[in-house]
């Protein structure tokens, strides 16, 4: 079974620019989750999407969205990007989302000049 | 406000000896724990949980103990691989938001040879 990827892996923007990531879940799995890393600040979940529908949201800016389509694909948009974006981006998918096992992808890394 | 703290960012450890990872968190509603390690360039994969009802669970050398008087989970590991050499995030779920996981920050582990 193909595990969950992400594209683009790496990323480079200036600020005030858009970006968006793509995260393709495992088959079967209806529930998308995003998370941002960073040294500091660990990782922090940004939102899930169930079937297509946002169940969780972070403390993020609204400049943070993300969506969810009919095949369980995923997209995040981040707007007006600020250097303290630079961050990686990973997503997660699992069956149905309360304690159960997450799976992560590799990760996007976007770095804001 | 961090719910969960891993408060040591690093550790080293000898070959054979074990790896004791800590975590603490605040919030009381918290009711499933997992531990997650992650290598440099790639997401973070599930090692073991634990859920409230017990206060040990062990998987071969990762054994996770939970003390929820103390607010405390900490992730054994005995004997100690190179292999092991890798990031491990503590995550909590449960209370509101159940189906949000809250991350700690990381310890970065180093099993020395």
């Known amino acids: 079974k193909a595990g969950v990827t992400q594209t683009p892996r790496y990323l480079i923007k200036t600020r005030g620019q858009q970006v968006t990531l793509s995260c393709s879940p495992i088959?079967?799995?209806?529930?998308v989750s995003w998370y941002q890393q960073t040294p500091g600040q660990g990782l922090q979940f940004l939102f899930e999407?169930?079937?297509?529908?946002?169940?969780n949201k972070g403390n993020f800016p609204g400049r943070f969205s993300g969506r969810q389509f009919s095949n369980s694909r995923s997209e995040m948009n981040v707007s007006t990007l600020e250097l303290g974006d630079s961050a990686l981006y990973l997503c997660?998918?699992?069956?149905?989302?309360?304690?159960?096992?997450?799976?992560f992808g590799p990760g996007t890394r976007l770095l804001v000049l | 406000d961090q719910q969960v703290k891993q408060n040591s960012p690093s550790l080293s450890v000898q070959e054979g000896r074990i790896s004791i990872l800590n975590c603490d968190y605040t919030n009381s509603m918290f009711d499933y724990f997992l531990w997650y390690k992650k290598y440099p360039a790639e997401g973070p994969t599930f090692l073991i949980s634990i859920s409230s009802i017990k206060d040990k669970n062990e998987d071969g050398r990762f054994t996770v103990f939970l003390n929820k008087s103390a607010k405390h989970l900490s992730l054994h590991i005995v004997p100690s691989q190179p292999g092991d050499s890798a990031v491990y995030f503590c995550?909590?779920?449960?209370?509101?938001?159940?189906?949000?996981?809250?991350f700690g920050t990381g310890t970065r582990l180093k099993v020395l040879a």
């Open positions: 997660a998918s699992s069956l149905a989302g309360h304690q159960e096992t997450q799976y």
């Open positions: 995550a909590a779920s449960g209370g509101v938001s159940t189906d949000k996981y809250i």
């Open positions: 088959s079967g799995h209806r529930s």
């Open positions: 999407y169930f079937s297509e529908t946002q169940r």
